[in-house]
């Protein structure tokens, strides 16, 4: 009758183990100023679950315009309203966090889709290893 409880007590433990809390995204920040994307590049790893905190420095609108990036990549519910047609639109001033998980290696472009911005510099890419 020992051998009942212990193999329970076991298989419990097992279980916690496996459920313990995932750790938290590493956070890659991300300045939207007037035409330039500061990293221009960012380097991440498929698998790996990133928040990319999108801040607009300017004193008007820019946006994160990377649809083949998040198409190849699982956005966390909770974030895929914020983005419309592969962009992430900020206004000037203002910050989003998009918690993302690429799945697919590959170079993706990334623009500004406002009139002109990437005509005049404000793009880069994102490289997924």
Same mark, same amino acid.
């Given at each position: %009758? $020992?051998?009942?409880?212990? !193999?329970?007590?076991?298989?419990?433990? @097992?279980?916690?183990?496996?459920?313990?809390?995932?750790?938290? =995204?590493? #956070?890659?920040?991300?300045?939207?100023?007037? +035409?330039?994307?500061?990293? *221009? #590049?960012? #380097?991440?790893? &498929?698998?790996?679950? +990133?928040?990319? /905190?999108?801040?607009?420095? !300017?004193?008007?609108? /820019?946006?994160?315009?990377? =649809?083949?990036?998040?198409?190849?990549?699982? @956005?966390?519910?909770?974030?895929?309203?914020?983005?419309?047609?592969? &962009?992430?639109?900020?206004?000037?001033?203002?910050? &989003?966090?998009?918690?993302? #998980?690429?799945? $697919?290696?590959?170079? +993706?472009?990334?623009?500004?889709? /406002?009139? %002109? /911005? *990437?005509? %005049?510099?404000?793009?880069?890419?994102? @490289?997924?290893?």
């Amino acid at each position: %009758m $020992k051998s009942v409880p212990l !193999a329970i007590f076991a298989l419990l433990s @097992v279980a916690a183990a496996g459920a313990q809390a995932q750790p938290a =995204p590493q #956070t890659v920040n991300v300045s939207l100023t007037s +035409y330039a994307f500061t990293p *221009s #590049t960012i #380097t991440l790893k &498929a698998g790996t679950t +990133y928040r990319l /905190h999108l801040s607009d420095d !300017a004193g008007k609108g /820019h946006d994160f315009s990377a =649809p083949e990036f998040f198409a190849a990549s699982a @956005v966390a519910p909770e974030d895929q309203a914020k983005i419309k047609d592969g &962009a992430v639109d900020l206004e000037g001033g203002e910050a &989003a966090d998009i918690t993302v #998980t690429p799945q $697919k290696p590959g170079t +993706y472009p990334l623009t500004c889709t /406002h009139f %002109m /911005h *990437s005509m %005049m510099g404000m793009s880069g890419q994102i @490289v997924v290893q």
